[in-house]
């Protein structure tokens, strides 16, 4: 099976920046696109940002637009979530997931393989 290992949280001021890192293994790999979802204490998991592995087209929460990016370096198996001006609102724990052909990139049932997460706190 594809595991997902996240990596790169922690806590920081607002403004600040931080950049999570999700390696992807596994016997095969085999996705069509990764995504980004966070999930804050007694909160729903919500869509953060979306990439394909060929082609690269990008896909952002219209919360997070122009302020995260979204990259990949396929040699690597490697998503990045690249988060600048980070607001205390963005506190959460961030999953990096994988999807064999989303039909809704936002829709978090269409993603087959989950990381465990990585924590982000934001301080005011």
């Known amino acids: 099976q594809v595991q997902l290992v996240e990596s790169g949280g922690g806590l920081v001021q607002a403004g600040g920046s931080l950049r999570l890192s999700c390696v992807v293994s596994?016997?095969?790999?085999?996705?069509?696109?990764m995504g980004w979802f966070r999930q804050a204490p007694g909160k729903e998991r919500d869509f953060v940002a979306a990439?394909?592995?060929?082609?690269?087209?990008?896909y952002y929460a219209d919360s997070v637009k122009g302020r995260f990016t979204i990259s990949r370096d396929n040699a690597k198996n490697t998503v990045y979530l690249q988060m600048n001006s980070l607001k205390p609102e963005d506190t959460a724990v961030y999953y990096c997931?994988?999807?064999?052909?989303?039909?809704?990139?936002?829709?978090?049932?269409?993603?087959?393989?989950w990381g465990q997460g990585t924590q982000v706190t934001v301080s005011s």
């Open positions: 990439i394909k592995w060929n082609g690269g087209r990008k």
């Open positions: 997931a994988a999807s064999g052909r989303p039909r809704d990139y936002v829709s978090r049932y269409e993603y087959d393989y």
């Open positions: 596994g016997r095969t790999f085999s996705s069509d696109a």
